[in-house]
């Protein structure tokens, strides 16, 4: 199911409900920092199945105990719910190994 691109407004607005995101280059971007590598590796492990379920994968990568992300929909070429649902389940994986 493609979903609908959403306006810089819609996401700036979707944004205050959880600033720990930013929207940069078109795309939602945040950096996840955790006590080292084996925990930024399970963080990706487990929202990597979580991005297969949703058929929804992110852009990212991973520097010692840092995960770098990118969220865009590439089918519409910008950010959709789609990248807030998957932002929201990244959020609350980090905050269980954090």
Do not use: C, Q
């Amino acid at each position: 199911m493609i979903m609908s691109k959403l306006n810089k407004k819609e996401i700036l607005i979707k944004l205050k409900e959880n600033n720990s995101w930013s929207y940069e280059d078109s795309m939602l971007k945040r950096i996840f920092v955790f006590s080292d590598f084996i925990d930024a590796f399970k963080f990706m492990t487990l929202i990597a199945l979580e991005a297969e379920r949703m058929d929804h994968h992110p852009e990212w990568s991973n520097i010692y105990n840092k995960v770098i992300v990118n969220l865009v929909t590439h089918e519409v070429s910008g950010v959709t719910e789609k990248d807030f649902i998957l932002a929201k389940s990244m959020d609350k994986v980090a905050n269980i190994i954090l």
